[in-house]
């Protein structure tokens, strides 16, 4: 399904993220520059529309923090696994995202502080995820009272997270949404050279670049590097939401694609003319929150 709507505030971000950001997505990646850039640009948000509370958390081997909604069900989680080609951004430049899903699904929500790349790549993300995951389990969250979220290369590592739990015999959550994900670390799907002029955010160049940050040696076709790969059969419904400018517009629709051949209850929506995980700015722009409310939905069905 393809939206056909582009909001006047739509158009006014994609002007400043073009100038902002898409310059910087091709050359060498300078992660300290990179980090440091990405934090001030991310580092003031308006949530006032969603009305939510956050509270930090470090127990064991867990730390993030919750977006809690004021009159959310204390029955109900959200893991949330922030995008950055898991070498930069962290749960508070992703608050707009926490908060609107919050406020939307009713549901807590807790964002994953996990281990960044190149300081600690694969599979320290994904151990972090998993460990994550089995806290709140802990603390008496059933697996249906659990859904999985996340952005680019957070999506990708809440589907990768999906697999590892699956080959690992243990229940799955009831649910997964994912924004613009990074399924495919391999880097094959034609979007990567056929929108590298019409994404608004990044570029192939840069895309590629970035693998090697969290992959290392490893085989980039690995089942949880790129869950592109894996064997999909078994997974909980999904949700995928992306925009058709997008370099990694591929990365969802195949992936989409192949879960539907396994069985898998599948969503996909295709947006029109959005910036790479607009959702990011669903304080000033409509369309993040109708994504974030349709996300919200969807995990209200089935969680």
Sequence with gaps: MLTRRVSPQCTMMS????????????????????????????????????????????????????ALPPKGSSCRAILY??????????????????????????????????????????????????????????????????????????????????????DQGEPLPAAATVFSPWTDLACTGHS???NDRNCIMFSGEGIRRAVSLYVGYEDPRHPTLSPLYADLSGLPPLLLHVSDNEVLLDDSTRFARKAQQHGVTTRLKVWQGQPHVWQLFAPVMPEGRQSLAEAGEFIRRFV
Aim: proline content about 6%.
């Design 192 to 194: 990567l050279d056929h």
């Design 81 to 166: 696994f922030h995008g950055g080609g898991y070498f930069f951004c962290s749960p508070e430049t992703h608050r707009p995202i926490t908060a609107g899903l919050a406020h939307f699904s009713g549901a807590q929500t807790l964002a994953v502080r996990y281990r960044l790349a190149p300081e600690h790549p694969y599979p320290a993300a994904l151990e972090d995820g998993l460990s994550a995951y089995r806290w709140l389990r802990q603390k008496g969250f059933r697996p249906d009272q659990i859904a999985l979220a996340g952005d680019s290369a957070g999506g990708g590592l809440a589907l990768a997270i999906l697999i590892a739990l699956r």
């Design 15 to 66: 002007f400043v993220i073009r100038r902002l950001v898409k310059a910087r997505s091709r050359g060498h990646i300078d992660v300290p520059y990179v980090r440091r850039w990405i934090n001030f640009l991310m580092g003031v948000h308006n949530l006032s529309l969603f009305n939510v509370s956050f509270a930090p958390v470090q127990e064991q081997d867990v730390r993030g923090e919750w």
